[in-house]
């Protein structure tokens, strides 16, 4: 259930290449309301990345400053709840892939690509993010719940010792 | 020590003639293997040029499906019954519109194709798998058609016959060579605008796919001498194409087949098993 004061999703697109982030940023801004942030360079998304709540960050994989695994990686140990998301083009699939899952990536999304597939992708990914976030503040609340009750068993034998 | 005789006038003259013909050899297979060095060159190009292209593809689709979506829009607004008059009876306006829907839908259908071709070229660059993969073959005999389209617009109608076909373990990039080399081949026996008929069957053993162009034919004094490596009948050609096409059919334990009539045309028939077991080279 989304509380009154739930923040926006925020969504950070990383791409060497100023046209493919226009392309997404203008698709995404008319067909979703989650605030997007794009940025050409990888170390300036990095810095935004930890001054800034993000939910989900979709990085290209070829760029000269960075791949994109590896940023993603920074990513992950920065804001280990965002969802993260490769753009791979089809030549480095093979090699995206195999780094997927050490670096634990949601998906990867191969150019050029599908306007639906990506909304569908997209709004997968937050809904994980959403429900992983929901599931740790259960998690929270259970382990205070029974730190709490075995005070109180800790009183209670007191009481009777 | 032995007295060697001296060679004769006429041994001379025939050791002269070997050397000469086996120099013109060597000069013959350095120019062929410098000419195949240039075309793994240009095939790493062209797969790198293929991978260049996949970003600003991948703007223009996108983009071209979003100027469809937001003219759309702008129309509901202009047309509305609520919008002024002056608005929604223009005529310019409406005239305006309905050609901006033309344009789109060429952009549409031109970005589509250039999706396509990307595809086959990729497909066709790519690594091959090391373990045979079950593939439809008909898409295999499709991505060589559509890297042949521009050898084919005009001069070459092509008619397909595809059967219903399981899949086939195969080892997609070498079948595609295969089906593209031969494909190219007709096209090149054209002097004239001619017709491909491609027609697939699924046997007992296995499937069989046969190429039949309308082209010049084949001699038959040279029929069964096409495959060897090294016969060309072209003038720059190295004579490896047709060679390596029956290597590729024997790695899949298949065979081919060919028939010719001068003046009729060519036909190439492939048999592919329904199950092999690879060999280890």
Redesign the interface.
């Known amino acids: 259930m989304m509380s009154q004061n739930e923040d926006k999703n925020q969504i950070v697109l990383v791409d060497d ?1 100023e ?2 982030l ?3 940023n ?2 995404l801004s ?1 067909e979703t309301d989650y605030n997007v942030f794009t940025f050409t360079s990888p170390k300036e998304a990095l810095q935004f990345i930890r001054e800034n709540e993000v939910h989900m960050v979709i990085s290209d994989y070829l760029m000269p400053d960075m791949d994109g695994i590896t940023f993603l990686g920074d990513v992950r140990r920065i804001k280990p709840g965002a969802i993260r998301i490769i753009l791979t ?4 699939k ?1 090699n995206a892939i195999k780094a997927i899952n050490e670096v634990g990536l949601f998906q990867y999304i191969e ?3 599908n ?1 639906d597939d990506l909304l569908i992708i997209i709004r997968n990914g937050l809904e994980k993010q959403r429900l992983m976030k929901q599931l740790q503040k259960k998690i929270e609340e259970i382990n205070k719940a029974y730190a709490d009750l075995q005070g109180l068993h800790r009183e209670i034998v007191k009481t009777f010792v | 020590m032995t007295q060697k005789t001296k060679p004769t006038p006429e041994r001379v003259e025939q050791l002269e003639k070997e050397v000469k013909e086996l120099s013109r050899i060597l000069e013959e297979k350095q120019r062929q293997l410098m000419n195949a060095e240039k075309m793994a060159l240009l095939g790493n190009l062209v797969a790198g040029i293929a991978h260049e292209l996949n970003t600003p593809l991948g703007a223009l689709k996108s983009n071209c499906e979003l100027f469809m979506q937001f003219i759309d829009r702008i129309k509901k607004i202009l047309f509305s019954p609520d919008a002024p008059e002056a608005i929604s009876q223009n005529r310019m306006l409406q005239h305006l519109f309905a050609s901006i829907d033309q344009l789109n839908k060429v952009n549409q259908t031109a970005s589509e194709r250039l999706v396509e071709i990307m595809g086959s070229v990729r497909r066709y660059a790519r690594q091959e798998a090391e373990e045979p993969v079950e593939t439809d073959i008909h898409e295999i005999l499709d991505c060589a058609l559509s890297l042949a389209h521009h050898e084919f617009k005009n001069s070459v109608t092509v008619h397909k016959s595809y059967g219903e076909l399981p899949l086939i373990p195969c080892f997609p990039n070498k079948l595609n060579q295969v089906f593209l080399n031969i494909l190219i081949n007709a096209r090149q026996a054209m002097d004239k605008p001619g017709d491909i008929f491609i027609t697939t069957t699924s046997e007992t053993d296995g499937i069989t796919i046969e190429i039949k162009d309308t082209g010049n034919g084949i001699k038959p004094e040279l029929l069964d001498r096409i495959f060897a490596p090294g016969f060309t009948t072209k003038p720059n050609g190295m004579g490896i194409g047709l060679s390596i096409v029956k290597q590729f059919i024997e790695m899949h334990q298949g065979k081919i087949e060919v028939e010719s009539e001068e003046g009729k045309g060519t036909t190439f028939r492939i048999m592919l098993p329904y199950s092999f077991t690879p060999r280890k080279s």
């Open positions: 290449e046209m493919v226009t392309s997404l203008t698709f008319l083009g089809y030549a480095d093979e150019k050029p690509w306007n």
